[in-house]
């Protein structure tokens, strides 16, 4: 593979996100531009370090030329010798956040019944910015705007449990990977919605293909960002190792907010109320906020519920369980804070 050009530093970014990885690492591939160059840059690292692939593409069966799409990307893995496989969407909705789930949940499924542990995505340095953007108008805070990292956890659950996203390519620009393409001589496949502009995404890639400068400074403040929440990630590594214990309740969590700031402590309340509840988002910022003022002051605290979670303070320590008569996955708990601690551990 001569054409592919500085591929060493391209290779280290797999080493150091896949090299835990259990099993074949995955691959979605959809066949556009940016996750068909992650495949011919995965195969030759497999290759080179004698790893096996699982290219898995999800037809969301929203588009009649959905199934040809994924029939020409197995094409491409079967002469690659990649193992491919298509994952149909059942019960298709033509909403995005619901075909996202659809799509992580299959992914990850197919994944671990192959007995793999680590997905591989093609997001780009051009997908960041859209999210810096977007992100922005929402109304963000500072670390949402650095952006998705470059590894996490599969955002689904409990179907994507044991399951990390790996994002090699986060750094590189969408102009740079065609160019590889380019190079092989290979088509990659359009897809026509991302080129429809009721979908706030297209407008924000229309707006910084527009405007070189702008993309450039939000790509300067987001690498600095990056730079903050790697400190505060490894912060929040230390604290789930050291000072967040499984309690004898069945599902429940203890732990001591003292040694965290309030931002921090905010964050880690999101993160432990996720693990109790195995709900796939924290409850809102501002309501995590007036929790962790409470549970810090030196106040009588006679309890809280929030998002699905019971929290009260013994002698000082916080105690969270799932709330009465939820039918959560409460004995995932153990397992969903193995996973924090784990992901948050490769931080440090």
Request: proline share 4%; charged share 25%; with cysteine.
């Amino acid at each position: 593979m001569r054409q592919l050009e500085g591929l060493a530093p391209r290779l280290a970014a797999f080493d150091r996100l896949c090299h835990d990885a259990r099993g074949p690492v995955g691959i979605a591939i959809s066949g556009g531009s940016d996750s068909l160059a992650l495949l011919f840059i995965a195969h030759e690292w497999a290759r080179s370090r004698g790893r096996k692939l699982a290219a898995l593409t999800f037809d969301h069966r929203l588009r009649t030329a959905a199934a040809g799409e994924a029939a020409r990307v197995a094409t491409i893995c079967r002469d690659l010798h990649v193992p491919h496989q298509t994952l149909r969407w059942d019960d298709p909705v033509n909403r995005q956040s619901s075909a996202r789930r659809a799509r992580h949940a299959a992914l990850a499924l197919a994944l671990k019944a192959q007995g793999g542990t680590h997905l591989l995505t093609g997001h780009t340095a051009n997908d960041q910015a859209e999210t810096f953007l977007i992100r922005a108008r929402q109304g963000s805070g500072w670390y949402g705007l650095a952006g998705m990292q470059a590894l996490s956890m599969s955002p689904v659950w409990p179907e994507g449990e044991g399951v990390r996203i790996a994002r090699p390519v986060l750094s590189e620009n969408r102009e740079d990977l065609r160019s590889l393409l380019h190079a092989r001589g290979q088509v990659w496949i359009e897809d026509p919605s991302n080129e429809n502009l009721a979908y706030e995404r297209v407008r924000m890639r229309r707006l910084l293909a527009g405007s070189p400068e702008t993309a450039a400074r939000v790509r300067r403040c987001m690498a600095e960002l990056a730079g903050l929440r790697a400190i505060e990630d490894r912060r929040l590594g230390r604290w789930l190792c050291d000072h967040v214990v499984i309690s004898e309740d069945e599902g429940g969590i203890e732990t001591d907010l003292g040694a965290l700031s309030m931002d921090t402590a905010v964050r880690g309340l999101g993160l432990l109320i996720q693990a109790v509840t195995g709900r796939e988002t924290p409850p809102r910022r501002e309501n995590l906020v007036s929790l962790a003022a409470r549970l810090m002051a030196d106040t009588v605290f006679a309890g809280a519920t929030l998002g699905g979670a019971k929290l009260v303070r013994k002698q000082g320590r916080v105690h969270l369980m799932p709330e009465a008569g939820r039918d959560g996955p409460e004995t995932l708990t153990a397992r969903r804070i193995d996973g924090l601690r784990s992901l948050y551990a490769a931080s440090a």
